[in-house]
């Protein structure tokens, strides 16, 4: 198999591409060939950014766009596509933690701000990418939803109701979209080192180390470990990969396990064991791959 990183003559869009995964995953795309589109809606973050990245030679370039203005989408994906003349991949990462409140005592306006961004703004940068895609006859969509799409979570229901909406829209665009050509699936990212991650904890060290003990690989992950996904995702490896959300999750027994959702059933679980989760318990250190 020829090198299924290499994004030579592709076109990559990236949402939230200021921090955390999204920086993350557009450097990927650039350094895999690509030339990347990095949009946020903190314009002189992402500008700076694709400075720091065309200044190592590679290709990328920097838009405004907040994604629950569905203007700003449709301008962005117009100006993506008239100036590169395609999207091969698109990454709709762009995403805000909730204010933690009880449901009784949460009000309107923060529903209305976490699902205009986390729910509506990925169903907008859909509509108009998949409008380019089918045009091109072919495209790869990854969207970012969390594992949070999976379970409930007291103080953040706007969040979690999101992160469900996404997973949902996903399933429903990948079987609309897979005979066109157009490969669309999720990541459903577990406890990862960004600014959403310490917004989850309210800042509390000992908040975050906690959780961190509970996944499986015994910390929290690198944003650099969900660009790979989303890079594979969008590769022509992921040839028969279709509405997919990838996860880590835990179990309702408290044990736990990495796991992909299979497309509109039920668990396919991996190293779903004792010895497996004994394993984990006593490998509470970091485990790097390939470094
Ligand atoms: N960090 C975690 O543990 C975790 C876990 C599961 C899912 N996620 C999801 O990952 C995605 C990326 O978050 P992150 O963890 O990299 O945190 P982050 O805060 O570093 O990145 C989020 C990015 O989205 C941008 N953004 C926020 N509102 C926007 C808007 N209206 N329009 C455009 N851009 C906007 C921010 O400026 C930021 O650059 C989010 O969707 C988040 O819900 C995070």
């Not at 309210?202 to 989303?230: F, K, L, M, T």
């Not at 039920?266 to 190293?271: E, K, R, S």
Request: with cysteine; aromatic share 6%.
């Amino acid at each position: 198999m020829k090198n299924i990183f290499d994004f030579q003559g592709k076109v990559a869009l990236v949402t939230g591409a200021a921090s955390g995964m999204g920086l993350a995953t557009a450097r990927a795309f650039a350094e895999a060939g690509a030339s990347v589109v990095m949009t946020d809606f903190r314009e002189d973050l992402v500008q700076a950014e694709a400075a720091k990245i065309t200044a190592t030679g590679q290709r990328a370039i920097a838009m405004k766009c907040d994604v629950s203005n569905d203007e700003d989408v449709r301008r962005m994906v117009e100006r993506t596509s008239s100036q590169f003349g395609s999207i091969d991949a698109a990454f709709n990462n762009a995403g805000v933690m909730a204010k933690s409140a009880p449901m009784a005592e949460s009000s309107r306006d923060e529903w209305d701000r976490v699902i205009g961004i986390n729910l509506r703004g990925v169903w907008s940068c859909m509509k108009y990418e998949l409008q380019q895609m089918e045009r091109q006859g072919r495209g790869a969509i990854v969207n970012n939803a969390s594992v949070g799409a999976l379970t409930g979570n007291p103080g953040i229901g706007a969040y979690i109701a999101s992160k469900h909406g996404v997973v949902g829209l996903t399933r429903t665009a990948a079987l609309e979209y897979i005979k066109k050509g157009i490969y669309i699936n999720a990541v459903n990212p577990g406890l990862i080192d960004t600014q959403v991650a310490g917004d989850v904890v309210s800042g509390s060290e000992d908040a975050y180390n906690d959780i961190a003990e509970q996944v499986p690989i015994g910390r929290a992950g690198r944003p650099e470990e969900i660009a790979a996904a989303v890079l594979w995702l969008c590769s022509p490896a992921a040839s028969y990969v279709v509405g997919q959300a990838i996860t880590r999750r835990r179990r309702n027994d408290g044990r736990l396990a990495v796991s992909l959702k299979r497309f509109g059933t039920d668990w396919m679980d991996v190293g779903e064991t004792d010895a497996w989760n004994s394993s984990i318990r006593q490998q509470r250190h970091p485990v790097r791959r390939g470094s």
